[in-house]
Antibody, heavy 121, light 107 residues
Framework: QVQLQESGPGLVKPSGTLSLTCTVS?????????WGWIRQPPGKGLEWIGS???????YSSPSLKSRVTMSVDTSKNHFSLKVTSVTAADTAVYYC??????????????WGQGTMVTVSS | DIQMTRSPSSLSASVGDRVTITCRAS??????LNWYQQKPGKAPKLLIH???TLQSGVPSRFSGSGSGTDFTLTISSLQPEDFASYCC?????????FGQGTKLEIK
């Protein structure tokens, strides 16, 4: 079955760069679908960060776009997220998820377990 | 951005109860509405997409309805494993936005 697993440092210093990778198993990224990043600050709701296609085409939230870079490596079957100039407000659980087309738009049907990233000196 | 507002913020109910959670969009989103269940420390799970289509493997006690700006998630007979948080998400336009979760607790 399709599984996603986030990996990356759990602690990032303020003004630094947050870097995460999502490794996909059970499905080849190059076969299709968009792949997304969503985060959840402690005790708060979910926030969509952005999504990337296997071709490398991306779209992201305007509120984060200037600080976000997404990439995909089909040879390693993983995709990645970088967020620059981080502050405490970027502290959150970061999820990767598969974004599938549905009758009405898109939905995130398979999620990674999430990884907590804390921004602190 | 399209704002998603849920109500109530929390709800206490008993096993066997019928419960309804609502989600309102700040503008019409057609049926571009998904519902997720999230348990503490776990990733969200897709329950319903396109406002009313049950995701594969989700029990039939879950149902969704609505279109335009007002949507509901109904659980017909609560089971112990249903006590969790529920949130909605619009995919009508980017940025995709989620409503805050409704926490369903045991009475």
């Amino acid at each position: 079955q399709v599984q996603l697993q986030e990996s990356g440092p759990g602690l990032v210093k303020p003004s630094g760069t947050l870097s995460l990778t999502c490794t996909v198993s059970g499905y080849s990224i190059r076969s299709g679908y968009y792949w997304g990043w969503i985060r959840q600050p402690p005790g708060k709701g979910l926030e969509w960060i952005g999504s990337i296609y296997h071709s490398g085409s991306t779209y992201s939230s305007p509120s984060l776009k200037s600080r976000v870079t997404m990439s995909v490596d089909t040879s390693k079957n993983h995709f990645s997220l970088k967020v620059t100039s981080v502050t405490a407000a970027d502290t959150a659980v970061y999820y990767c998820a598969r974004s599938v087309p549905i009758l009405g738009g898109r939905a995130f049907d398979i999620w990674g377990q999430g990884t907590m990233v804390t921004v602190s000196s | 951005d399209i704002q998603m507002t849920r109500s109530p913020s929390s709800l206490s109910a008993s096993v066997g109860d019928r419960v309804t959670i609502t989600c309102r969009a700040s503008q019409s989103i057609g049926n571009y509405l998904n519902w997720y269940q999230q348990k503490p420390g776990k990733a969200p799970k897709l329950l319903i997409h396109s406002a009313s289509t049950l995701q594969s493997g989700v029990p039939s006690r879950f149902s969704g309805s609505g279109s335009g700006t007002d949507f509901t998630l109904t659980i017909s007979s609560l089971q112990p494993e249903d006590f969790a948080s529920y949130c909605c998400q619009q995919s009508y336009s980017t940025p995709y936005t989620f409503g805050q979760g409704t926490k369903l607790e045991i009475k």
